[in-house]
């Protein structure tokens, strides 16, 4: 793989509204939780009891979520075996990290970790808590399966996820989702005690009932987890068009379909990487990302 010029740019951002996103996010969270906490004091459940549920909820729902945010760089590179580029040893790993600070410059972040791993699918991924402390990989498959162009779509694609602040809206969204399960399957809990059992059912019932209703409920909170990740798929498809052009990530989705290995990314980070589901039917809906075919669609539209 030839090594590529730098291209000087303008210093300025290609893509952006990270903050803009993160505030109306973290706003909507505030006004439903007070609003849900307005309706149940209505409703009759105890303020001062539904403030404490609420806060132990939001505690644990968010916890979780923002650890494995702040360790997403190291479980990445431990579940994949990547190696991180400490000083380019070869023209191809020197062209991979020029490609990728230009690109980084582009999108107005700072260059993040730039790592290999060892795999013979084509793939890719970025995580990290901070968008000027990330980690973008890349699969030896993809090197040598893609062309230059391809490949530096790819590239773009996961910068554009960087970005976009896409790792830290991902957590939010999915602590929020825990907290409203953890808070509703508590007082759906308490309700079904004492109508069914006259407050006679036990702390074992009750809390059977409890991790009942948490399982029921995460199953349908990570639909909307999987279809704001689907989303933001095709928002880094359009953004690696700004960066590199349409062309490029159409070739490089293409690319994809004509793969026949299997996606063997771990559980840690694949909902970042670049290959598609396979799902079908029902399953769609639980899939991080939306069928290549979609994807060129909406870049050729």
Not at 94 to 101: A, N, S, Y
């Amino acid at each position: 793989m030839d090594t590529k010029e730098l291209d000087a740019g303008n210093g300025g951002s290609k893509i952006g509204g990270f903050g803009s996103r993160m505030a109306l996010l973290i706003g909507t969270n505030i006004a439903v939780i007070a609003l849900f906490t307005v309706v149940a004091s209505i409703l009759g459940v105890n303020p001062q009891g539904l403030v404490g549920l609420t806060i132990f909820s939001a505690l644990f729902g968010f916890g979780g979520a923002f650890v494995s945010l702040l360790l997403s760089k190291k479980m990445a590179l431990r579940a994949t075996g990547a190696v991180v580029i400490e000083h380019p040893s070869n023209d191809a790993e020197r062209w991979l990290v020029d490609m990728v600070t230009r690109l980084s410059r582009e999108a107005g972040i700072e260059t993040p970790d730039i790592a290999i791993f060892n795999s013979p699918s084509p793939n890719a991924f970025a995580t990290g808590a901070k968008r000027n402390d990330a980690l973008v990989a890349v699969s030896l498959g993809l090197l040598e399966t893609m062309t230059a162009d391809e490949v530096e779509a790819v590239i773009a694609h996961e910068i554009a996820h960087v970005a976009n602040g896409d790792m830290v809206t991902m957590t939010l969204l999915q602590g929020v989702i825990n907290t409203f399960v953890i808070l509703i399957a508590r007082i759906l809990a308490n309700v079904i005690i004492s109508v069914l059992f006259r407050d006679r059912g036990g702390r074992f019932v009750y809390f059977g009932i409890v991790m009942a209703l948490q399982v029921l409920l995460g199953f349908f909170g990570s639909m909307i987890v999987m279809w704001f990740s689907r989303r933001r798929e095709f928002r880094a498809d359009r953004d690696s068009g700004t960066l590199t052009s349409n062309a490029s990530m159409i070739s490089a989705l293409q690319a994809l379909q004509r793969q026949h290995t299997d996606d063997v990314l771990p559980d840690e980070v694949a909902a970042f990487g670049i290959r598609a589901s396979k799902a079908t039917g029902v399953r769609k809906l639980f899939a991080s990302h939306p069928p290549l075919e979609d994807r060129i669609a909406a870049l050729r539209g």
